[in-house]
């Protein structure tokens, strides 16, 4: 444990998991490396319903097959998000080190997870059934596949997780909420172990019209859709909607040791704050507060860190407002700071967005490699002052702490900070 932490009297965390629904298809390492090299994920969706058709590029995991990954009597219980969620929970847990086979409870490990929307396609599944096939009574099983808490309820039960099973719904900070909270229960002793993520399903119609109506997502066609989502840039055109899973475990430091588990990171602090100001419109303020929230817990300094895994979100207010945030943090240092926004090429995975993040960051860490901000034409003048990292990934700087922001409508913000294996 570091002096600082034995003054505070916490716990330190580690991480010893991941695991992942990739848009790709493939591994979390194939994940990582398709994320080095800026490929986008980022396809034209286009759909068959009437009256309007949806046309928008999207990320899908197209090749998820939750028969094949959770088999089918399970598979047939769960919405969407759900399924997705067990899928890189049960990769998570396997990868820490953990067996699913012979599983008892556990009154020491637990799960939070995160979701926005939580089982919204079995609601919408619900309105289609009655209003335009004509059916009078729904499954039984609706209620439990569209609760929010499905996903976290089914993971403790599949695993036996007899701590605290809980679900976490702010918007776009969803799952950092989680990954805090969650890392907050081990490091004041709680818990030993928490599995921890998020995943989010948000490509239906209601939905997707939804955010339509607001004029933020960006426009494409087959050809452009790849490159529809540009953070930073001059010629940014706003966000692209994507579904996906993103899970990791959380062990005390010492439990971790003494098992001989695989030590990825140190998740040192967390942050969170509200701007208490609008629901939409982003405060530079409540994002200052809660990094330097983050960076006071995991007692680090600004120029400690040497990335950012920036919220970047392609939308003309929300990047600007976010690297102000920075420049204020960071001061002279931001300067040298390396930021990228990764929804460039998995696009914003809504609730999930902070688990997909923060396992990037981490794998950043793991390997000293900042993925880049693709697509970027020119920074926008109001996006400067940072070091802005697009084309090729930056390897080899010697990276031993990164911070991981998530920032959500109705103004709540919350920062992940990690710290490298190698550098304990």
Known sequence: MTVAAEKKGKRRVAVTGLGIVSPYGGTLEDFFERVLRGESA?????????????????VRCADFDPNAALG?????????????????????????????????????????????????????RGYRDLW???????????????????????????????????????????????IG???????????????????DAPLAYGVVRA???????????????????????DDRCGLVLGEGAAAMVLEEWEHAVA????????????????????????????QVRAMRLALADADMQPHDV???????????????????ALRTVFGAHAEKLAVSATKSVHGHLMGAAGAIEALITILALKHDAVPPTAHVNRIDPACGGVRHITDAALADSGLQAAISNSFAFGGSNTVLAFRSAHAL
């Not at 098992?259 to 629901?279: N, Q, V």
């Not at 950012?308 to 690297?323: F, K």
């Open 306 to 324: 040497g990335y950012v895994n920036a919220h970047g979100t392609g939308t003309s207010e929300g990047d600007p407002a976010e690297i102000e």
């Open 181 to 199: 909270e969650a890392y907050r229960r081990i490091r004041d002793g709680e818990a030993n172990i928490m599995l921890t993520g998020g995943s």
């Open 72 to 124: 089918r009597p399970l598979a047939a219980t769960q919405d969407r998000f759900s399924q997705l969620a067990l899928a890189a929970a049960f990769e998570a847990w396997e990868r820490a080190g953990f067996s699913r086979e012979n599983v008892r409870g556990n009154p020491d490990a637990g799960v939070y997870w995160g979701t926005a929307l939580g089982g919204v396609l079995a609601y919408e």
């Open 132 to 178: 335009q096939n004509g059916r009078t009574r729904l499954s039984p099983m609706t209620v439990v596949m569209g609760m929010n808490n499905s996903a976290s309820a089914n993971i403790s039960i599949q695993l036996g997780l007899g701590n605290a099973s809980q679900s976490f719904t702010v918007a776009c900070a969803s799952a950092s909420s989680a």
């Open 211 to 233: 955010w339509d109506a607001m004029r933020v997502l960006a426009p494409g066609d087959e050809e452009s859709s790849p490159r529809a989502c540009r953070p930073f840039s």
């Open 259 to 286: 098992r001989g588990a695989p030590i990825l990171a140190e998740l040192a602090g967390y942050g969170t704050s509200s701007d208490h100001t609008h629901l939409v419109r982003p405060q530079p303020e409540g």
């Open 42 to 58: 980022v396809r034209h969706y286009l759909t068959d319903d009437r009256p309007q058709a949806l046309s928008i590029p999207a």
